[in-house]
């Protein structure tokens, strides 16, 4: 029985019985290696207690006002109750701990490790207040302009960091298991589940699983922090070169830097001017840019081209 057969089957009789399906969650020593199988075969992974609440606290502390500030959104996808923070590496340097968490970002490179490079691609706290209602199930790779990009074929990597508890009540983001692979049709009709769980931990989800955010029927608010990576050749969604102007760019660390956009994107994407390196143009150096004959030492697709 293949695996969606299977997995229909099995959300099929949980709905029946009124029963809601339990989601499975790693501990936050897992190797990222086996969360990214997760990730493949479920489209999402919860990892419990993996950021701190000191480093919570921080992050806390360093948005409040640019949450107070942030407007809730225009349409009921954005959410008329519901607040989104972006620009958090330039404005909190806590987040930046969040961006380059060694299980984040190790599960992105094991999960897009088809890439010649994965990058930042978005960071927005999701603040949904109370009274808010479900959003529309989605899956987030339609962005790239509704592209259809084969099904083995992964863009994006996504984590979601609990600020508050995820509860059922106070909106905890509504996940399909296993609908990644299901034609929108069907994978509407068999139901989400509710991420249920602590400040704390992370939930991973992939570009073509169903998902969205809950209702929030609670006087409290629901705050995620949505960190997404992606692999190095698309368009990010929230332009870091500019959410993170270079006078700050310049005091951060390169492997961070990497990560928002310093890099190259592919063998020949990202250079600047005259074939220049993207980080040490920043940085005021000069240094050529790779070339596909570098790119082919790790890519043998690319060895007819340098012959
Ligand atoms: O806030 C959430 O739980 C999910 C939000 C989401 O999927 C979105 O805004 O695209």
Redesign the pocket.
């Known amino acids: 029985m293949s695996f969606v057969t299977r997995r229909l089957e099995d959300l099929g009789s949980s709905h029946q019985n009124g029963d809601q399906m339990d989601l499975h969650h790693f501990d936050p020593e897992t190797e990222p290696s086996e969360i990214s199988v997760f990730l493949r075969e479920y489209g999402y992974a919860v990892v419990d207690h993996v950021a701190s609440d000191e480093l919570l606290d921080r992050f806390a502390a360093e948005v409040a006002t640019f949450v107070d500030a942030s407007d809730v959104g225009l349409d009921p996808?954005?959410g008329a109750h519901?607040r989104?923070t972006g620009a958090l590496v330039a404005r909190c340097p806590a987040s930046r701990e969040l961006v380059m968490h060694p299980t984040a970002v190790g599960v992105a490179h094991e999960f897009l490790g088809h890439a010649s490079a994965v990058q930042l691609l978005l960071t927005q706290l999701?603040t949904?207040g109370p009274g808010e209602t479900a959003?529309k199930l989605?899956r987030?790779q339609m962005m790239f302009d509704l592209f259809p990009f084969p099904p083995d074929y992964h863009v994006q990597c996504n984590t979601?960091w609990a600020l508050t508890d995820f509860t059922i009540e106070n909106?905890?983001?509504?996940i399909c298991p296993g609908s990644s692979t299901l034609p929108d049709d069907v994978a509407e009709n068999i139901g989400s589940v509710p991420v249920e769980m602590k400040r704390g931990s992370v939930l991973f989800y992939e570009g073509k699983v169903l998902?969205?955010?809950?209702a929030n029927v609670t006087s409290t608010v629901r705050q995620?922090v949505?960190i997404t990576y992606g692999v190095g050749w698309v368009r990010q969604e929230e332009n870091q070169y500019l959410a993170c102007p270079p006078e700050i760019a310049r005091t951060l660390d390169d492997d961070l830097l990497k990560m928002m956009g310093y890099q190259q994107g592919a063998f020949s994407l990202g250079y600047v001017g005259d074939q220049q390196d993207p980080l040490a143009v920043l940085r005021g150096a000069e240094q050529r840019a790779s070339r596909v004959n570098e790119f082919a030492n790790d890519n043998e697709a690319l060895q007819p081209f340098i012959e």
């Open positions: 996808y954005d519901t989104r999701i949904i959003q989605h987030d979601m909106g905890a983001t509504q998902h969205g955010g809950g995620g949505n």
